[in-house]
């Protein structure tokens, strides 16, 4: 039984109207974890990239023009992909959310949960790291603590829903992983296309386009081809009642399905069952 890695991060904190939150983890099937290391690791060495440069979506190294950056996050995505690396997101909109830190409460809430859907699937276990941040309270421990312990608590159909398959819930950080800089450019990088979209900057829509394209792969998806399931990407809330904010999220469904990410989920006002 194969032991696999959830690392998780997310993007657009900032409460900003109009703006989607992202969360979101890439699963790594810990018996390729070595190759794909060892691959970034040549990346790395064959475009010149100094030792102590810890990669993130930005900046990039010291002395790198912005090709050679982008670049070198292009042969990173690209080695993910052929490793079959599995991303899973969760997007919900900031005039809805509560606030930034319920939000990626919740975020992590669902990735985590679609993991252990995807573990069942697999009838492997895995192991999530959690990219170290500080929020108000401090709540993230508990909170962390309760997913391990029990779960998931005070949902609509269950009060409590453990999450069998995987074993543990720790932090990572920038630097100790090749695998915290795979999740940080990722989720950037959708960050990136998403707010060209939201915000409407035109000058960004075909580096947009690029850039959903280079992840699109990543993407669960329930047929090989097939439109991404819920697994790999939700909209969140599932049901929005506001029909000026049912549209942002059909826009962005849209936006996304014309680059090559169609998502199963419906955006609707209505219970699907």
Do not use: W
């Amino acid at each position: 039984m194969a032991m696999h890695l959830l690392y998780c991060d997310e993007s657009n904190m900032e409460d900003r109207p109009g703006d989607f939150l992202i969360y979101a983890g890439i699963a790594i099937d810990g018996t390729r974890a070595m190759d794909l290391s060892r691959e970034i690791d040549a990346i790395r060495a064959n475009l010149n990239v100094p030792r102590e440069y810890r990669l993130k979506f930005n900046p990039g190294p010291e002395g790198f023009s912005h090709e050679q950056f982008i670049e070198l996050k292009r042969q990173v995505i690209d080695a993910t992909v052929r490793h079959e690396v599995k991303l899973l997101g969760y997007l919900v909109l900031h005039d809805i959310a509560t606030n930034p830190d319920e939000a990626r409460r919740n975020g992590i809430n669902t990735v985590c949960f679609h993991f252990d859907c995807l573990l069942n699937r697999l009838n492997e276990t895995g192991l999530v790291l959690i990219d170290r941040f500080n929020d108000a309270g401090n709540q993230i421990e508990a909170h962390l603590a309760e997913k391990f312990s029990v779960g998931l608590v005070g949902m609509p159909y269950a009060a409590e829903v453990p999450m069998r398959r995987i074993v543990g819930y720790h932090y990572s950080a920038i630097g100790q992983s090749h695998f915290t800089s795979l999740i940080d450019v990722i989720v950037g990088s959708f960050r990136f296309a998403i707010n060209a979209h939201c915000r409407n900057v035109q000058q960004h829509r075909q580096s947009a386009n690029n850039i959903l394209q280079a992840i699109s792969p990543l993407f669960v998806r329930n047929n090989a081809g097939g439109a991404v399931s819920e697994l790999g990407l939700i909209f969140s809330p599932k049901i929005i009642r506001v029909s000026g904010y049912r549209s942002k999220y059909q826009d962005l469904k849209d936006f996304l399905e014309a680059a090559g990410i169609p998502t199963e989920q419906q955006i609707t006002d209505q219970r699907m069952y």
